[in-house]
């Protein structure tokens, strides 16, 4: 269902894109969960705009506090993804869906529309890598380019869905501009400047409405958009960039010697202490070992996937046992 009347062949500014941003409890898609979803829609001729922001209750404890703020008590009274399916797939029912790092929010869409019962991985693009692909510089995190391409961009309110959502919005803008004043007119001749894994799923077909898959509808958001800004200091920051860094090196648990250079990069610029450092990899580690026992069950593909972990952690300076 997913491979008919994919976008390939569709004019870019035809297309309604969904800009998303997920807050999860960890890096783990399958064992982690949502916690926060924001949603900003650009239908075609017209500025991006919110179309859907909540917090979601993940029915089990919230971690990652230190990156996004959310706590228990914040998600008590929030609803749960399977509330809330329905509207959220009607937001991005026909849409091309795009994320600052889509390999990491792809995965935990689809995990959550799978909780709900919807096998469908819809077209989506990264946009981190429009940069090189444009031709614009290397990839960065979401704060640099914004400053390089004069969007503004508030990091004290960074981690926060709407937030982060907004901003690869604007930026999205304005890559769009640069892709029609240098005459692309579809996603395959976009496609056709670079190849990167996400666009594979260019043959993909948009969500449909949700009445094709009975799912629940509710108005029961409950949003932190209209929240005021939480301070924040100075490690918190640091930790924030350094947990960026760390979600798009390891989305294919193979650290390239540029991967590398990147996160070294980041480390000398944002001078964490080593002790936060080793914390946060030993909560990705731990996330992955909860995600694979999860069923009582740990596979040989499993064992080589926390193996293929462990060294990437080691490689990055610290893997827990060392």
């Known amino acids: 269902m997913t491979t008919e009347k994919g976008i390939t062949d569709k004019k870019i500014n035809e297309i309604p894109i969904a800009v998303i941003d997920f807050e999860t409890t960890g890096l783990s898609a399958g064992y982690d969960r949502v916690v926060e979803i924001s949603i900003f829609k650009k239908e075609p001729g017209k500025k991006a705009y919110l179309a859907f922001d909540t917090l979601i209750n993940p029915l089990r404890p919230v971690s990652a506090k230190e990156i996004h703020g959310i706590t228990d008590n914040d998600v008590k009274n929030a609803p749960t993804f399977n509330d809330i399916a329905g509207n959220f797939v009607d937001v991005l029912s026909g849409c091309a869906i795009a994320a600052y790092n889509v390999y990491f929010d792809i995965k935990f869409l689809e995990f959550e529309l799978r909780q709900s019962g919807i096998e469908f991985v819809p077209p989506h693009f990264c946009l981190m890598y429009m940069r090189p692909l444009l031709g ?7 704060e640099t380019a914004c400053q390089e391409h004069g969007i503004n961009f508030n990091y004290q309110s960074a981690h926060m869905a709407a937030s982060d959502a907004e901003a690869s919005a604007k930026l999205m ?40 898959f009975h799912l629940k509808k509710s108005e029961k958001y409950l949003s932190r958009a209209n929240y005021k800004t939480v301070v924040c200091d100075s490690e918190r920051q640091a930790i924030n960039e350094y947990w960026d860094a760390l979600r798009t090196v390891l989305a294919d648990l193979d650290i390239t010697e540029q991967e590398l250079q990147y996160v070294l990069d980041i ?9 936060k450092i080793r914390m946060l990899h030993a909560k990705i ?27 990437c952690l080691s490689k990055l300076g610290w893997a827990p046992g060392e």
């Open 285 to 311: 580690f731990a996330s992955g070992i909860s995600q694979f026992i999860s069923d009582q069950n740990f596979d040989d593909k499993e064992v080589s996937k926390l193996g293929k972990l462990f060294k």
């Open 173 to 212: 803008e304005y890559y769009l501009k640069i892709i029609s004043d240098k005459k692309i007119y579809t996603f395959g001749e976009l496609a056709s400047l670079k190849s990167y894994k996400f666009m594979n799923s260019f043959g993909y077909a948009p969500l449909p409405k949700a009445e094709l």
């Open 136 to 142: 614009l510089g290397e990839r960065c995190n979401l």
């Open 267 to 275: 480390r000398r610029k944002i001078q964490l202490p080593k002790e």
